[in-house]
């Protein structure tokens, strides 16, 4: 079973174009979390949600808009895409205390 | 700008070996610390953890250490296996309650030759 599955793997789109990254776990955590990878490897933290609410908004562009149905769930939409959008984006779960992140496998998104 | 950097971005050790990874970082109000292994292709693996109210800490193969007074984390690795071979993130626990984040540092590169 795998503990938070992201799909799709990869996405190739054209500018302009809406795409949608869905993000589910089933470990039972609260906490939800989008990052973003660039070329560099660098991992910055876009969004997390707690059971359903938006905590964390890290000044993403409002063309990016995460929704969660339920605290299992936290999908990551974006409109009008941009090549800058092109990156690794990931989802991962934590219980609401201090503990680590378990992460997906990841989306490469290629803006083209 | 980040709080979590690290000194090395590259790595390359000889299999056996032990590693030593270093990170810096610059809140002193951090007070939860976590080492992630990223092989490619996949997403960041949780390693070993580490509170501030310790100054070591040990898993199978791997250490932590702590040093609060200058801000610095390492990760020790063991005789070193190909296996290792990885990008390795410190990430700094910031905020508290529900606003928890992990702020990952630039990542370093580790290269396991055979």
């Known amino acids: 079973d795998t503990a938070v599955s992201q799909t799709p793997k990869y996405l190739v789109t054209q500018m302009g174009n809406d795409k949608s990254i869905k993000c589910e776990q089933n470990?039972?955590?609260?906490?939800m979390y989008w990052y973003k990878q660039d070329s560099k490897k660098f991992l910055k933290i876009m969004f997390s949600?707690?059971?359903?609410?938006?905590?964390i908004n890290e000044t993403v562009p409002n063309r990016f808009s995460p929704k969660s149905p339920d605290k299992a769930h936290l999908n990551l939409h974006i409109n009008s895409l941009e090549l800058g959008d092109s990156a690794v984006y990931f989802c991962?779960?934590?219980?609401?205390?201090?503990?680590?992140?378990?992460f997906g496998s990841g989306t490469r998104l290629t803006v083209v | 700008g980040e709080s979590v950097g690290l000194h090395l971005p590259t790595l390359s050790v000889q299999e056996g070996d032990n590693s030593i990874i270093n990170c810096a970082y610059s809140?002193?109000?951090?007070?939860?610390f976590i080492w992630y292994k990223q092989e490619s292709g996949k997403g960041p693996q949780f390693i070993i953890d580490?509170?501030?109210?310790?100054d070591k800490r040990q898993g199978q193969r791997v250490t932590v250490l702590l040093n609060k007074t200058v801000k610095h984390l390492s990760l020790q690795i063991a005789a070193t296996q190909p296996g290792d071979s990885a990008v390795y993130f410190c990430?700094?626990?910031?905020?508290?309650?529900?606003?928890?984040?992990?702020?990952f540092g630039k990542g370093t590169l580790l290269t396991v030759n055979p």
């Open positions: 991962a779960s934590s219980p609401s205390s201090r503990a680590g992140y378990t």
């Open positions: 470990l039972g955590h609260d906490t």
């Open positions: 949600y707690n059971n359903k609410e938006l905590i």
């Open positions: 809140n002193s109000a951090s007070d939860y």
């Open positions: 580490i509170r501030s109210n310790m």
């Open positions: 990430a700094e626990n910031i905020g508290g309650g529900s606003n928890y984040k992990l702020t």
